[in-house]
């Protein structure tokens, strides 16, 4: 079992920076693709980003690419969302979540532990 755990949310100006985090408890983190979501209000809860167990491989939404990256730490047991170019639209309750494949999935059925979400809110 692993338990997720975000921070680092905050509010940000358009066009500014911010990175969120999420440490992880339980022997399978360092084996289990992570990914992060998203929901603004009002809408689903969306993917963002993902990375395999290793780091090697990752996903991003249309909407988010080239502006995120995602990355991870198992020695600390951590993976990182580094969000840069913020928008308005970025706005949202972030969500890490753990999957029980090794590789990387962008599904949200194949994430089966999540965490409590950090807020991000973006200016204009």
């Known amino acids: 079992q692993v338990q997720l755990a975000e921070s680092g949310g905050d509010l940000v100006q358009a066009g500014g920076s911010l990175r969120v985090s999420c440490a992880a408890s339980g022997r399978t983190f360092s084996s289990s693709c992570m990914g992060w979501f998203r929901q603004a209000p009002g809408k689903k809860r969306e993917f963002v980003a993902s990375?395999?167990?290793?780091?090697?491989?990752?996903r991003y939404a249309d909407s988010v690419k080239g502006r995120f990256t995602v990355s991870r730490d198992n020695v600390k047991n951590t993976v990182y969302l580094q969000m840069n170019s913020l928008r308005p639209e970025d706005t949202a309750v972030y969500y890490c979540?753990?999957?029980?494949?090794?590789?990387?999935?962008?599904?949200?059925?194949?994430?089966?532990?999540w965490g409590q979400g950090t807020q991000v809110t973006v200016s204009t």
């Open positions: 979540a753990a999957s029980s494949v090794s590789y990387v999935v962008v599904q949200e059925s194949e994430y089966h532990y």
């Open positions: 990375i395999n167990w290793a780091g090697g491989s990752t």
